[in-house]
T-cell receptor, first 117, second 112 residues
Framework: ETGVTQSPTHLIKTRGQQVTLRCSSQSGHNTVSWYQQALGQGPQFIFQYYREEENGRGNFPPRFSGLQFPNYSSELNVNALELDDSALYLC????????????????FGAGSRLTVL | KNEVEQSPQNLTAQEGEFITINCSYSVGISALHWLQQHPGGGIVSLFMLSSGKKKHGRLIATINIQEKHSSLHITASHPRDSAVYICAVRSYYGGSQGNLIFGKGTKLSVKP
């Protein structure tokens, strides 16, 4: 059974650029959620995807968008990067899809560390 | 006030000590997670619980729904337990679940 893999592990961008982060979910998991973790803070929920549709979103602007593919892998896209977007971006997969379910045991990836200059 | 508060923020212990990390929350929840994050970022899910108590090896997690409080205990602590421990709750609004809300974490350092 493979875990959750994220790529790239580190990247540096400049303000105004766009970035795409990728996440491969654990085998058997159909739901992917993304989190932003600033230095010294707890993660903040960005959004969640189930069956290729967004089914939950945190307090992030529309320039944060995502996709989920038929194989349940996912992308996080951030447009018009700002300095405050510098953070560790974490992806987690789980086996149950909808938010109306209690068995959401999560498996996290190691994260993608984004630095915006 | 944050919806999920952890205490202490930082904790230093000697190897072998019994450790308790606390988590209080102010929202209705359907489940509470305890997570472990090592330097470099990787997060491991330790427990998910909605009532009572769970035990795995030297780790014990308890939750009191009425008091909106959970504790994570580590018995016979070891330097390899050094990490940031994060409490996260899955909110519950009007019959459906919301997203995960995270505490800021407790940084534990266990000295040999």
């Amino acid at each position: 059974e493979t875990g959750v893999t994220q790529s790239p592990t580190h990247l540096i961008k400049t303000r105004g650029q766009q970035v795409t982060l990728r996440c491969s979910s654990q085998s058997g998991h159909n739901t992917v959620s993304w989190y932003q973790q600033a230095l010294g803070q707890g993660p903040q929920f960005i959004f969640q995807y189930y069956r290729e549709e967004e089914n939950g979103r945190g307090n992030f602007p529309p320039r944060f968008s995502g996709l989920q593919f038929p194989n349940y892998s996912s992308e996080l896209n951030v447009n018009a990067l700002e300095l405050d977007d510098s953070a560790l971006y974490l992806c987690a997969s789980s086996a149950t899809g909808t938010l109306n379910s209690g068995a959401n045991v999560l498996t996290f990836g190691a994260g993608s560390r984004l630095t915006v200059l | 006030k944050n919806e999920v508060e952890q205490s202490p923020q930082n904790l230093t212990a000697q190897e072998g000590e019994f450790i308790t990390i606390n988590c209080s929350y102010s929202v209705g929840i359907s489940a509470l997670h305890w997570l472990q994050q090592h330097p470099g970022g990787g997060i491991v899910s330790l427990f998910m619980l909605s009532s009572g108590k769970k035990k795995h090896g030297r780790l014990i997690a308890t939750i009191n729904i009425q008091e909106k409080h959970s504790s994570l205990h580590i018995t016979a602590s070891h330097p390899r337990d050094s990490a940031v421990y994060i409490c996260a709750v899955r909110s519950y609004y009007g019959g459906s679940q919301g997203n995960l809300i995270f505490g800021k974490g407790t940084k534990l350092s266990v000295k040999p």
